[in-house]
Structure formats: C-alpha cells, structure tokens
C-alpha cells in the first residue's frame, strides 16, 4: 500500500474551476524551469513545483496574461470516528499542521486556548491532545496580522457521538495565493516566483510522461478527502479495500495477518498499514469573524514545546518507545577535515550532495558563485555574508511526516527585510547556510520571501538538525 504523506494530502483539494476565456496556444504547453518551476497542461491545469513546494491549479487566459489559480483546501478541516477502544467520557485529538499558525481552539464552553505557546519551537509530530471530556461543539479560530490590526477566523463544528479526531489547518501560504505570468520568447516570467529571468521552456521533455502521471494521480486523488485512513501511530494511508475487513469490536480496518509477526509494528510503527482507523470529514457548522478577546484566552496551551525546556516539552511517545529523549545527551556537529569544493554539474543539480563539509565563516548566509571551468563547474562560496544570523526571533525543528527533520528559523524585523531584498535580487540563485564553520545546507532560492523564514531541510539526521538549533538559538 501507498503511505500518503500529510504533507500531499493537504495539498489535494477539490478546486474551483476557471473557464478557460481563450483557448491556449499549443507551443506553451510544458515543463518550464529545472529544479523549479511550472508545468503548463493542455486541460487548462498547471503545476507549480520547487522545494517543499508542490501546487496545482488552474489557469486562463487573459488577453497576453496568463491567470494562475492554484488549488487550495478549507482553512480548517475535521474528521472523526467512534474509537469504542477510548475510555467512557473521554476524547482524542489529533492536530495537524498547527506548528506554523496563530491558531486557538475552543471545546463546547472552555475557555480558549492556544493550540501552541508563543515561541514555540523544537516539534516533536504527531501531536495528540487526550481531552476529559466528551465534545459536542469545537471552534477553531486562526489570528492574522495586518495593517490594520488583527483580523480572526471562527469555523464552528458540531459532534454527536464521535471521540477520536483529526483536526487539520491548511494555512494559506504564499505559494497557494493567485498570481499570473506571461510567455515570450519560451520564456515564462511570474509574478510571484522565478524572478526577472523567469523559466526557460524543456525542449524534448524526457520527464513529460512521468509528470503526467503524477497529474494523474492527483487527480484521482481529488474527492478522495471525504475520509482518513490511520494507523495506531497516526501516519495516514490510502487503503485498498480489498485487502481489509472492517472488525466491529474495535471499529477498524484489518488485514488478515494482522494476528500474527506483532514485531513488525514495533520494529516499524509509522510503516504499520495492517490496522487502519477510518476517519470520516465532519461538515463545518458556521464561519464568522468574531474578534478574539484577549481575557477571554486561557493562560494554558493545548501543547508546550521550546528548545529551552525540553523536559517540559510535549514529545509524542509511542507505546514502544522506551528511551526517554534527553536534548543534553546529543554531541556537537562532527568536525571534518577540510575539504575543496567538488566540481559539480549545474543542470544536474546536486548541490545538496555537497554537504556539510567544513568553511571557516561566521554563522550568515553566502551567495554561491558558478565558475565555468572547461564546460565543468565548480561552486565558489563568498568571503563575507550576505546575511548574518545574528538576528533570530526564533529556532526550532521538527521532524516532518516522512521522518527527517527540518530546522526553522524566524529572522528579527530588520533581518528579515534584508533577506526579502536578498532572495528578490538572487532568486534562482543559490545560497550556502554556514552554522559553526559547517556549510550544511546549499538551497536554491526559488522565490522572494517577505516573512522572515528560513527553512533548512535535505539530509538532516535528528542529532544535525537538533545541533543547529542550540547554536542558533538566541542567547539569554
């Protein structure tokens, strides 16, 4: 069976469609970019993908300009199942996507409380809340900063008889909001991504038949979000109901092995698809836009999570787990010898091959230069940064649903507008993070970024990912 990732599934959602007003010229339809870009399908569909990043759509034209829709999922979403395993009177909830958000939650009439503390840092997913109480009304609320003061979201649910859940906040980011672009020349120059150079059309696109599979796939995909399939662990799966049987003593999903090889769950608990929980979408009662009052919020968060208190902090703890996690425990990055940069192939793109290796340079940011040196290339690495980071508002990581973790940072204000400048002027460019005379990470700047955050992710193991933390975290 195929394990989806909670990160796909967020981005299968059923779209709005958009009447093509002129019928596309042929010659634009294809792949334009490399490691990043957009695909242009006939059926007035296209892809946009890069980095953490993939996003369909629909388009149409509009005189020379071309209008991007991409496809985006409710702001928040629930999903349900009567769990006869679960102790009379009591609720389980499962928050996905949250980490990122000013979210709030409120159950029947408790007091509101944030899903996460301010600052919250050092993830540890799934994140499940054990409630002691039977539910029959949930208000998710999300807070947005603007110009003009903060503005609310309130999606309103009701429940009858259901006590696990699945709770999921599809923010809105920058890459799901509507742009356009244009086409001149096989060139393709957005309004969001790719910068003034913009995306040069594939000619004879050996890849073409495999991105229209996986369009085909997320297109079978779309109207298959009516309900969830997990397992004990909460990892997600599509299920083939001809493997299954449903037993009605537990209400779950089961292979017919499922009695016998017990190891394999504990060897292999977020692989485990044997035993599945189906959890069905629940309809959004009502939305408003009430104003969140700050007496009105609870002093306690439904998740505590900092680098700084790791004792103190939620961690999810499989029922075979019995190491207890301890921060302090964790070495220092390996020191290596130093080594010169390898040569590389630019239009193979394996800069991330490269890391880490050793470079004597401040915590920042460098710009990586190309050199053409006898139709080979070699990365050059500047002298002096073009950002230090020695303006964090915040650090943290978190391990995503496919296991590696992933290191966030939030930059300071004036920070934060240099490096919009930064990845404006450069993008398609590519830039060495340097984090105690380590280069471990070489990502390409694939579009402008307004807010701040730095995301570092690749071939991260746990203990990398955790190093880099403490040595970026600001001190006290």
Not at 279 to 297: H, P, T, Y
Not at 303 to 326: I, L, Q
């Amino acid at each position: 069976m195929k394990k989806i990732l909670w990160s796909l599934l967020l981005l299968a959602v059923c779209s709005d469609a958009m009447s093509q007003t002129t019928k596309i010229n042929k010659d634009y339809i294809g792949r334009y970019g490399s490691s990043n870009g957009v695909c242009i399908f006939e059926d007035g569909k296209f892809f946009l993908y890069g980095y953490a990043t993939m996003v369909f759509g629909n388009y149409k034209l509009d005189g020379s300009k071309i209008e991007f829709r991409p496809d985006r999922r409710d702001l928040f979403e629930l999903y349900g199942n009567r769990n006869p395993q679960l102790e009379d009177g009591k609720t389980r909830w499962h928050f996905v996507g949250f980490e990122r958000g000013n979210t709030f939650v409120k159950f029947d009439e408790d007091s509101v409380q944030r899903v996460f503390n301010v600052g919250a840092n050092c993830f540890s997913s799934p994140f499940i809340h054990n409630h002691d109480k039977t539910v029959k009304a949930i208000t998710l609320i999300e807070e947005k900063e603007g110009f003009d003061g903060n503005s609310y979201l309130n999606w309103q649910f009701t429940n009858a008889d259901r006590n696990d859940f699945i709770v999921v906040y599809n923010e809105v980011k920058y890459e799901n909001e509507d742009f356009f672009g244009m086409i001149e020349d096989g060139v393709l120059r957005l309004s969001n991504f790719g910068g003034e150079s913009g995306y040069k059309k594939h000619q004879d696109d050996h890849e073409w038949d495999d991105i229209i599979s996986m369009k085909r796939e997320y297109e079978n995909y779309q109207g298959n979000d009516q309900a969830v399939y997990a397992n004990r662990e909460f990892a997600n799966f599509q299920m083939d109901s001809s493997r299954y049987t449903l037993d009605l003593s537990t209400n779950q999903y089961m292979v017919a092995d499922t009695t016998i090889n017990a190891e394999y769950h504990k060897d292999s608990p977020y692989q485990d698809d044997r035993i599945l929980r189906k959890f069905d979408k629940m309809e959004r009662k009502s939305a408003s836009n009430k104003v969140l009052e700050s007496n009105g919020i609870a002093h306690s968060t439904i998740f505590y999570t900092t680098c700084e208190e790791v004792e103190n902090s939620y961690r999810y703890k499989s029922e075979y787990e019995s190491e207890e996690y301890n921060l302090e425990d964790h070495g220092h990055l390996p020191i290596l010898e130093p080594i010169p940069v390898p040569l590389v192939d630019e239009e193979e793109d394996k800069f991330w091959e490269l890391v880490p290796f050793r470079l004597e340079r401040e915590n920042g940011l460098y710009l990586v230069q190309l050199r053409d040196e006898n139709t080979e290339t070699a990365i050059i690495i500047a002298d002096t940064a073009s950002l230090l980071l020695d303006d964090i508002r915040s650090v943290e990581y978190e391990i995503e649903d496919h296991g590696l973790p992933v290191v966030r940072l939030k930059l300071g204000e004036q920070s934060a507008e240099k490096f919009a400048e930064l990845t404006k002027e450069y993008s398609g460019k590519y830039l060495a993070i340097i984090v105690d005379n380590m280069a471990i990470s070489i990502p390409q700047i694939n579009q402008p970024i307004a807010d701040g955050n730095i995301q570092i992710g690749g071939n991260l193991s746990v203990e990398e990912a955790q190093n880099i933390v403490k040595a970026l975290t600001p001190k006290k």
